[in-house]
């Protein structure tokens, strides 16, 4: 995997063939399938999409190692960075929570009531922690960059902070992954239970990379934005 990385030059296709995490990139640049044998590069040109930003991103969603040059993360706009992490803030909140709650539900309906009421409490607090992470990030983080990216910085805020207090989120989401391993009585409830941590490893898989981007992109994007603005 570390020696393999992916180009502008590909076929857009064999990109999802060789990673298929990589249709969540598409669908948070707004890139429908049906490509055909476009390359990268024809696709990214088509949906007004920086090809730079976006190989980049793919290669750090396939190998969590990968690492960008100062001139690679200098050739990325930061508002498409930006634009990127809010529309996957939007996709867990629309879709991905709401979806793993439903199946929370579907399971605690199947416990006896003092299992099933515990395992909502701790969704339901892992639910609270991780929208105040998103929404720090919208309303104080994103806002600041784009100060900076439109050369009115107000706040007195940077991205420095941001990085020391980069919370991991996935520490509860390990808590709750246990407690439904091993915890929930033997029941007639291990295909919900299985259906569920489906679910939940998808979603640390997500966030996991999620992260990685933030640490890896966005944060030296900004760095360099506030040297300008120095």
Do not use: W
Not at 49 to 68: G, M, Q, S
Not at 91 to 114: G, H, M, N, W
Not at 135 to 161: C, G, M, R, W
Not at 201 to 220: A, G, M, S, T, Y
């Amino acid at each position: 995997m570390k020696n393999y990385s992916f180009s502008p030059r590909m076929k857009m296709a064999d990109l999802i063939l060789a990673n298929h995490i990589n249709l969540l990139v598409l669908g948070r640049f707004g890139i429908h399938l049906g490509f055909a044998d476009k390359t990268v590069d024809e696709v990214c040109l088509k949906y007004k999409v920086n090809t730079d930003l976006f190989v980049l991103i793919c290669n750090i969603f396939y190998d969590h190692d990968f690492e960008a040059s100062k001139p690679q993360i200098a050739a990325c706009p930061t508002d498409e960075m930006i634009s990127f992490l809010k529309k996957s803030h939007q996709f867990y909140r629309v879709e991905r929570l709401p979806e793993i709650k439903s199946a929370i539900q579907d399971l605690s309906a199947s416990c006896t009531p003092i299992h099933g009421k515990a395992l909502e409490r701790f969704f339901n607090e892992y639910y609270q922690e991780i929208e105040k992470h998103l929404s720090y990030e919208d309303q104080v983080v994103f806002p600041y960059i784009e100060e900076l990216i439109n050369y009115q910085k107000k706040a007195d805020f940077t991205i420095k902070q941001f990085e020391d207090n980069h919370d991991n989120i996935e520490i509860k989401l390990d808590d709750l992954k246990n407690i439904i391993i091993k915890y929930i009585p033997e029941n007639d409830n291990d295909e919900l239970r299985k259906l569920l941590l489906d679910k939940l490893f998808i979603f640390e898989e997500d966030l996991n990379r999620h992260q990685l981007i933030e640490d890896k992109l966005l944060v030296p994007m900004v760095l360099l934005l506030e040297s300008q603005t120095a």
